[in-house]
C-alpha cells in the first residue's frame, strides 16, 4: 500500500516539476521573440528568392540539354541566292505530303563542290555531300508521334503563312542552340522559350493549346453546355449576322466539344 | 455561311460474296499498327480491328451452310447525332464523333483505361491493350508513320482508316479541292479484299456505291430499305454505317436476336 502511495507521489512531484520547467521555458522564448523576428522574416524572404532563382533560372538550365546542329547554316544568305524563295528547299511534294527539313537532294545541285569560305560548307561538303550521308538536323518543331499535322491543310487551303508558326527563321544567320527537355525528349520550341508559358507572338510556343486557339477561333465561341439552349442559338444566329463564320452555326465536327473533332489533330 | 452537307462514310459487306479469308484482318492489322503477342491463342486478349466471324445455321448436313461475317467498328450514330453508345458513356472525351465524316474517333493520348466504352458497345468491337506492344525485330521499321502505336491501359478500335482520309485530304487540297471523289478515301480492309465483298463511301450521297447497295432510309435512321440489306442488333436502335448483304434469310436473321417465330419484317425500332 505505501510503496504504491509513494510511487504516486512521484508521479505527482515529477508532474509538478515539468510544469515549473515548462513555464519556464516559455518565459525564455517570449524574451527571445523580440529578438529574432528580423531574422526570422529575413530568412524567409531569402529562402523565397532562393526558391524563386530554383525554379525560374536554374530548373531550366537543368531541364534543358543544349545541342549544336551538326552544321551550321546561314538563312539570309540562301534565301538570296535560290529562285523559289523558302520553297525552293521548303516544298510540297505531289501528293500533299510537305517536305520539311531538306534532304541532300536538294543542296546536291548547288554544293556539288565546295562554293565559298565558310567552315561549316565545307564540313558539310566534305562530311556529308561527298559522302552521300543525310545531315542529321535536329528539328525544332517535331510533334509527339500522336500528332497529326498537314502542311497542305494550313497553307494550301487555309492560306497561313509559314511565319504564323515559325516565326522569322528565313531571316536568321545562324542556327540556334537546339535544346532538349530531358524529360520528354521534345525540343524547347513546343514548349516555349518562356518557362511560365506565356506567350507573346503566335510562333512562340507550339502546344496544343496554341493550336487549339486558333482552331477554336473558327468554330463555335459560345460555351459547350450552353450552346443547346435556344437563346444560345438565336446569340449565335446574331454574332453569325454580325460576324460571319464565328458563331456555333458554323460550330466544328465535334460532338463531344462542339469545336473541330479531335481527329482533325490526332492520329 | 450555308453549312456543306456533311459525309457519313459507311460501308456495306456483301456477305454472299465473303469468303472468309481474312484479308481485310490482314491489310487491317498492318495499316494501323495493332499490336500482336507471341502467343495469339487466347483469342478474348487478341486485338483486331477488324474480325472475320464464322455463322452457321446449325441444321445437319446435306441442308449445313455457313457465312463468314467481317466486323469492323460500326461507327454507330445512334437516335440522333453522335449518340453511339461508346461515345455517350465516355467520361475522359476520349472517344468522339465527328459530325463531318460520320466517324467515331479514338484518341489513345486521351483514354485512360476504364473500359467503361468497351461495356456499352454491342458488337465486340472495342479492344483493351493489356500488355505495350512487342514488335518482333526490325518489324518497328514496317510500322505505318500515320497510324501512332498504342500504349498499355488503352482502347482501341477501328477508325475506318481515318488517317486514310487525312491524307486524301492532303492530296485534294494540292489539287484546289476540299471534297473528296469516292475512290480517293477507301478503307485498307477495302482495298485489300480479293472477292470485292466490301463497298466503302459516303451513305449520304446517292452517287456512291454503298447508298445504291443499302438505300438508307434517313426518316428510320438510316434502316437499309434494300429486302438483302441488314444491320447488326438494328433493333437496339444503335444505328451503324455498316450494313450486310445477304440474299439467305438465316444469315439475315442472324444479324439479330430473333425469336424463333419472330419474323424478320422490317420493323421500326422499339421508340416509334
Given at each position: 500500500?505505501?510503496?504504491?502511495?509513494?510511487?504516486?507521489?512521484?508521479?505527482?512531484?515529477?508532474?509538478?516539476?515539468?510544469?515549473?520547467?515548462?513555464?519556464?521555458?516559455?518565459?525564455?522564448?517570449?524574451?527571445?521573440?523580440?529578438?529574432?523576428?528580423?531574422?526570422?522574416?529575413?530568412?524567409?524572404?531569402?529562402?523565397?528568392?532562393?526558391?524563386?532563382?530554383?525554379g525560374?533560372?536554374?530548373?531550366?538550365?537543368?531541364?534543358?540539354?543544349?545541342?549544336?546542329?551538326?552544321?551550321?547554316?546561314?538563312?539570309?544568305?540562301?534565301?538570296?541566292?535560290?529562285e523559289?524563295?523558302?520553297?525552293?528547299?521548303?516544298?510540297?511534294?505531289?501528293?500533299?505530303?510537305?517536305?520539311?527539313?531538306?534532304?541532300?537532294?536538294?543542296?546536291?545541285?548547288?554544293?556539288?563542290?565546295?562554293?565559298?569560305?565558310?567552315?561549316?560548307e565545307?564540313?558539310?561538303?566534305?562530311?556529308?555531300v561527298?559522302?552521300?550521308?543525310?545531315?542529321?538536323?535536329?528539328?525544332?518543331?517535331?510533334?509527339?508521334?500522336c500528332?497529326?499535322f498537314?502542311?497542305?491543310?494550313?497553307?494550301?487551303?487555309?492560306?497561313?503563312?509559314?511565319?504564323?508558326?515559325?516565326?522569322?527563321?528565313?531571316?536568321?544567320?545562324?542556327?540556334?542552340?537546339?535544346e532538349?527537355?530531358?524529360?520528354?525528349?521534345?525540343?524547347?520550341?513546343?514548349?516555349?522559350?518562356?518557362i511560365?508559358g506565356?506567350?507573346?507572338?503566335?510562333?512562340?510556343?507550339?502546344?496544343?493549346?496554341?493550336?487549339?486557339?486558333?482552331?477554336?477561333?473558327n468554330?463555335?465561341?459560345?460555351?459547350?453546355?450552353?450552346?443547346?439552349?435556344?437563346?444560345?442559338?438565336?446569340?449565335?444566329?446574331?454574332i453569325?449576322?454580325?460576324?460571319?463564320?464565328?458563331?456555333?452555326?458554323?460550330?466544328?465536327g465535334?460532338?463531344?466539344?462542339?469545336?473541330?473533332?479531335?481527329?482533325?489533330?490526332?492520329? | 455561311?450555308?453549312h456543306?452537307?456533311?459525309?457519313?462514310?459507311?460501308?456495306?459487306?456483301?456477305?454472299?460474296?465473303?469468303?472468309?479469308?481474312?484479308?481485310?484482318?490482314?491489310?487491317?492489322?498492318a495499316?494501323?499498327?495493332?499490336?500482336?503477342?507471341?502467343?495469339?491463342?487466347?483469342?478474348?486478349?487478341?486485338?483486331?480491328?477488324?474480325?472475320?466471324?464464322?455463322?452457321?445455321?446449325?441444321?445437319?448436313?446435306?441442308?449445313t451452310?455457313?457465312?463468314?461475317?467481317?466486323?469492323?467498328?460500326?461507327?454507330?450514330?445512334?437516335?440522333?447525332?453522335?449518340?453511339?453508345?461508346?461515345?455517350?458513356?465516355?467520361?475522359?472525351?476520349?472517344?468522339?464523333?465527328n459530325?463531318?465524316?460520320?466517324?467515331?474517333?479514338?484518341?489513345?493520348?486521351?483514354?485512360?483505361?476504364?473500359?467503361?466504352?468497351?461495356?456499352?458497345?454491342?458488337?465486340?468491337?472495342?479492344?483493351?491493350?493489356?500488355?505495350?506492344?512487342?514488335?518482333?525485330?526490325?518489324?518497328?521499321?514496317?510500322l505505318?508513320?500515320?497510324?501512332?502505336?498504342?500504349?498499355?491501359?488503352?482502347?482501341?478500335?477501328?477508325?475506318?482508316?481515318?488517317?486514310?482520309?487525312?491524307?486524301?485530304?492532303?492530296k485534294?487540297?494540292?489539287?484546289?479541292?476540299?471534297?473528296?471523289?469516292?475512290?480517293?478515301?477507301?478503307?485498307?480492309?477495302?482495298q485489300?479484299?480479293?472477292?470485292?465483298?466490301?463497298?466503302?463511301?459516303?451513305?449520304?450521297?446517292?452517287?456512291h456505291?454503298?447508298?445504291?447497295?443499302?438505300?438508307?432510309?434517313?426518316?428510320?435512321?438510316?434502316?437499309?430499305?434494300?429486302?438483302?440489306?441488314?444491320?447488326?442488333?438494328?433493333?437496339?436502335?444503335?444505328?451503324?454505317?455498316?450494313?450486310?448483304?445477304?440474299?439467305?434469310?438465316?444469315?439475315?436473321?442472324?444479324?439479330?436476336?430473333?425469336?424463333?417465330?419472330?419474323?424478320?419484317?422490317?420493323?421500326?425500332?422499339?421508340h416509334?
Amino acid at each position: 500500500m505505501s510503496a504504491l502511495d509513494d510511487n504516486a507521489k512521484e508521479i505527482a512531484e515529477d508532474a509538478g516539476g515539468e510544469e515549473i520547467a515548462t513555464s519556464s521555458r516559455e518565459i525564455n522564448t517570449k524574451e527571445q521573440d523580440n529578438g529574432a523576428g528580423g531574422p526570422i522574416i529575413l530568412f524567409f524572404i531569402i529562402g523565397l528568392f532562393a526558391s524563386l532563382i530554383l525554379g525560374w533560372v536554374i530548373f531550366p538550365k537543368l531541364l534543358y540539354s543544349k545541342k549544336k546542329q551538326p552544321i551550321d547554316f546561314n538563312h539570309v544568305l540562301h534565301v538570296a541566292e535560290v529562285e523559289d524563295g523558302c520553297e525552293s528547299c521548303h516544298f510540297f511534294r505531289e501528293d500533299g505530303t510537305y517536305s520539311g527539313v531538306p534532304k541532300l537532294e536538294q543542296c546536291i545541285d548547288c554544293h556539288d563542290e565546295i562554293q565559298g569560305i565558310s567552315h561549316d560548307e565545307i564540313k558539310f561538303v566534305e562530311k556529308y555531300v561527298s559522302k552521300g550521308r543525310e545531315v542529321p538536323w535536329l528539328i525544332y518543331s517535331r510533334q509527339p508521334d500522336c500528332v497529326f499535322f498537314s502542311h497542305a491543310a494550313h497553307v494550301k487551303a487555309a492560306k497561313i503563312d509559314c511565319v504564323t508558326c515559325h516565326g522569322h527563321i528565313g531571316e536568321s544567320e545562324n542556327l540556334k542552340i537546339y535544346e532538349e527537355s530531358r524529360i520528354t525528349g521534345y525540343s524547347r520550341d513546343i514548349w516555349g522559350k518562356s518557362i511560365g508559358g506565356f506567350k507573346k507572338n503566335t510562333w512562340d510556343r507550339m502546344k496544343m493549346d496554341d493550336c487549339a486557339e486558333c482552331h477554336r477561333k473558327n468554330t463555335a465561341n459560345i460555351s459547350r453546355t450552353g450552346v443547346k439552349t435556344p437563346t444560345n442559338r438565336l446569340i449565335g444566329h446574331i454574332i453569325d449576322l454580325v460576324s460571319p463564320g464565328t458563331s456555333v452555326s458554323n460550330k466544328g465536327g465535334s460532338v463531344q466539344t462542339e469545336r473541330d473533332a479531335c481527329f482533325v489533330c490526332h492520329k | 455561311m450555308k453549312h456543306k452537307k456533311a459525309k457519313k462514310y459507311g460501308m456495306v459487306i456483301d456477305l454472299d460474296k465473303c469468303t472468309g479469308c481474312g484479308s481485310c484482318m490482314v491489310a487491317c492489322m498492318a495499316e494501323n499498327n495493332v499490336p500482336f503477342r507471341k502467343d495469339e491463342s487466347n483469342k478474348l486478349l487478341s486485338i483486331t480491328w477488324m474480325r472475320v466471324y464464322k455463322l452457321t445455321n446449325g441444321k445437319p448436313f446435306p441442308n449445313t451452310d455457313i457465312c463468314y461475317l467481317p466486323r469492323p467498328c460500326m461507327h454507330c450514330e445512334g437516335q440522333h447525332e453522335g449518340h453511339s453508345p461508346c461515345v455517350t458513356v465516355c467520361p475522359a472525351i476520349a472517344t468522339d464523333y465527328n459530325i463531318e465524316t460520320g466517324i467515331v474517333s479514338q484518341i489513345y493520348t486521351r483514354c485512360f483505361g476504364c473500359r467503361y466504352c468497351m461495356a456499352s458497345c454491342p458488337y465486340h468491337a472495342r479492344y483493351f491493350n493489356w500488355w505495350d506492344p512487342v514488335w518482333p525485330d526490325g518489324m518497328e521499321k514496317y510500322l505505318s508513320p500515320n497510324v501512332s502505336p498504342r500504349m498499355r491501359g488503352v482502347v482501341e478500335k477501328c477508325s475506318f482508316c481515318f488517317h486514310k482520309y487525312q491524307l486524301a485530304k492532303e492530296k485534294a487540297f494540292m489539287k484546289g479541292r476540299r471534297e473528296l471523289k469516292e475512290d480517293e478515301y477507301q478503307t485498307a480492309c477495302t482495298q485489300a479484299c480479293p472477292a470485292d465483298a466490301i463497298t466503302f463511301g459516303d451513305l449520304n450521297n446517292p452517287n456512291h456505291a454503298v447508298y445504291r447497295m443499302a438505300k438508307p432510309d434517313p426518316k428510320h435512321h438510316g434502316r437499309p430499305t434494300n429486302p438483302h440489306a441488314f444491320r447488326l442488333l438494328e433493333r437496339l436502335g444503335t444505328n451503324p454505317k455498316v450494313y450486310y448483304l445477304s440474299s439467305r434469310e438465316w444469315v439475315r436473321r442472324a444479324g439479330d436476336n430473333y425469336l424463333e417465330n419472330e419474323s424478320i419484317a422490317k420493323k421500326p425500332a422499339h421508340h416509334e
